[in-house]
């Protein structure tokens, strides 16, 4: 069986991050004799996830555990008209469209030999009408193609999470007592930066933050240098200005840390699994709709408070409150938002660590995406 | 060519080399960057119905079809039946195939039946139509503002949610596109 996953780069690193997971998973959790295909649009921000991967080359074979992916690499998928043996399974990550030679040859096929699925992979969502959606069909009306949505989520009925296995290792951690990673959109971290040398300096001990690079990082470093300024220097903090990373590296780094601001969509769920108290900045969306986004991942994630009693509830609502808060914005800014602050994550950092271990060992036993596609596309081309 | 997001109860349109009438909108969703909408079609070839899922941006080709302007006459359990105003030649249409219109059509009313084929397939309902309320609880004095909601049940036998001021004899005027009230009107 062939799959192609097309993805085309709208803006950031998440589009490309998430299908080359996927890629990853299906070779990893696929029979022997499945071969996956990534066709993209944008090699460079390829890269910056994958060094192993050339900007330039058009069509390339990349390692990854467990086998390959042959990836090819346009400046746009629309023009793009390399052509191979079509696909069994044709994935369309995020509404990629998929270049018109290699549908065209996908139909035929279809039509010639035998039933060929396209599945549109949607963006992940906690929000209840993942699991009504999710299967959807979508006909095209071609002989031997069927099409449906395929869409993530944290719902027993949905396609479940993007990862591969085993769960990352821990990166060799520093000195310091704790250690945080800061990746988001843009931000105003005076807050974490004076709650954390407060926390810091009552406790006597020392934290190395890493701030990456990305939409987060001037916002970051000009806050610190805004409290640094305010408050004298703050020996107990390590601030690292840190390049882009491996995706393996970053997964690694999330397992070894204490407590990580992550976005969007694959290092939320990285975060997530990595089991250690994070704070997810949504995607902003028109009209703020990325607060109904956040609202539904409560909702997902509360039960998992319950094994810890009243005290688990009380974390729980002002964990949650700094979720609203941080994602309560109309547009991208810097503005300060008020906010209790971010001590309820270290000050319960064991309580919100057993709350991440629970759910995300039932994640990876139970939401595994890849698993669920491939059973899927077994079912469907019965 | 025509984009999911224009679908109405109603529209023929053509996907690859089916030809499919939407019976029933359900919904559309948010995702990052893109919308998807859920609707109930029926397969006008083969005459079968299913859930199917599109992309607002999803584009389908438009199909030539008849409209003609029909009398509603009346209803024998799942068929409607129709007349030609001009030539007084009977349709009929199953009850399924018409959506959510006979929520909105009465006995009487002109509608425009679209034809694929010679055969009637579906009904064309005006955006908004006015319908009698027959039955509600009392209204409320002095809530004007239609904030509020108590359900209600229109001549047509449709069950709708209007605002607490409004009271059976009265009209309301009705979006056939979502069924929900839009203001109340003197008749």
């Known amino acids: 069986m062939i799959v192609d996953l097309v993805c085309q780069v709208v803006d950031n690193f998440g589009d490309i991050a998430v299908v080359w997971r996927l890629a990853q998973a299906l070779v990893q959790d696929g029979p022997a004799d499945l071969r996956v295909r990534l066709l993209v649009d944008d090699g460079a921000a390829f890269q910056a996830l994958n060094p192993a991967v050339d900007p330039a080359a058009g069509r390339q074979v990349v390692e990854c555990p467990g086998g390959s992916v042959t990836v090819f690499v346009t400046p746009s998928l629309k023009r793009f008209a390399g052509i191979e043996q079509p696909a069994d399974v044709l994935v369309e990550a995020f509404g990629a469209p998929t270049p018109a030679p290699w549908l065209e040859a996908f139909l035929v096929a279809a039509a010639a030999s035998g039933p ?16 009504e959606y999710h299967l ?11 099409r449906y949505f395929f869409v993530p989520g944290f719902r027993p009925h949905t396609g479940g999470l993007v990862f591969t296995d085993p769960p990352a290792v821990a990166a060799p951690r520093g000195r310091e007592d704790w250690l945080m990673t800061l990746f988001s959109y843009e931000h105003d971290f005076t807050r ?6 407060d926390f810091l300096g009552e406790r006597g001990e020392t934290a190395r933050v890493l701030v990456f690079a990305g939409r987060s990082r001037a916002g970051a470093l000009k806050s610190w240098e805004r409290v640094k300024a305010s408050r004298g220097p703050c020996p107990a903090i390590t601030v690292v200005d840190q390049p882009f990373v491996a995706q393996a590296t970053y997964a690694a780094l999330l397992a070894a840390g204490d407590f990580h601001v992550v976005r969007g969509e694959d290092s939320w769920v990285q975060a997530l699994l990595s089991g250690r ?45 700094e979720f609203r808060v941080l994602n309560h914005r109309l547009e991208n800014s810097e503005a300060e938002i ?45 | 060519m025509i984009t999911a997001s224009e679908l109405k109860v109603g529209t023929v349109f053509k996907v690859g080399t089916d030809v499919l ?15 998807v909408t859920k609707l109930r079609v029926k397969n006008l070839l083969t005459g079968t119905t299913a859930e199917a899922g599109y992309r607002l941006s999803d584009t389908f080709e438009e199909i030539d079809l008849d409209v003609k302007k029909m009398n509603f006459q009346y209803n024998t359990g799942d068929t409607f039946h129709f007349m030609d105003n001009e030539t007084y030649e009977q349709s009929e249409i199953e009850k399924e195939d018409l959506g959510d219109a006979p929520n909105y059509i009465w006995e009487g009313m002109d509608v425009e039946i679209v034809f694929y084929e010679g055969k009637p397939v579906t009904v064309k309902l005006p955006i908004l139509v ?25 001549d047509t036998g449709y069950d709708i949610m209007i605002p607490l001021f409004c009271n059976i004899g009265e009209w309301i005027r009705v979006d056939t596109r979502d069924g929900t009230y839009k203001e109340r009107v003197k008749k």
């Not at chain 1, 974490?192 to 040398?197: G, I, Q, R």
């Not at chain 1, 309580?351 to 139970?366: H, I, P, Q, Y």
Request: proline residues 6%; charged residues 30%; positive net charge.
């Open chain 1, 116 to 131: 060929r699925t396209i599945l549109h992979l949607e963006y992940l969502t906690a929000e209840a009408w993942s699991e």
């Open chain 1, 136 to 146: 959807l069909p979508s006909p095209l009306g071609y002989l031997g193609v069927s």
């Open chain 1, 192 to 197: 974490f930066w004076e709650d954390l040398a």
């Open chain 1, 277 to 321: 108290p994070f704070l997810w900045q949504a995607y902003l969306q028109p009209e703020g709709h990325q607060r109904v986004k956040v609202e539904a991942f409560l909702e997902v994630w509360e039960p998992w408070f319950e094994p810890e009693g009243p005290e688990g509830r009380v974390v729980f609502a002002r964990v949650a409150r």
């Open chain 1, 338 to 382: 008020p906010t209790e602050g971010y001590r309820v994550f270290w000050d319960n950092r064991a309580l919100l660590e057993r709350v991440g271990r629970r759910w995300a060992s039932e994640l990876r036993k139970n939401a595994k995406l890849s698993r669920k596609m491939l059973e899927f596309l077994e079912k469907d081309r019965v």
């Open chain 2, 21 to 35: 009438v939407v019976q029933k909108l359900e919904g559309t969703k948010t995702g990052r960057n893109m919308s």
């Open chain 2, 130 to 154: 006015d319908r009698e309320v027959v039955y509600c609880e009392p209204g409320i004095k002095g809530d004007t503002s239609g904030r509020a909601m108590k359900p209600a049940k229109l």
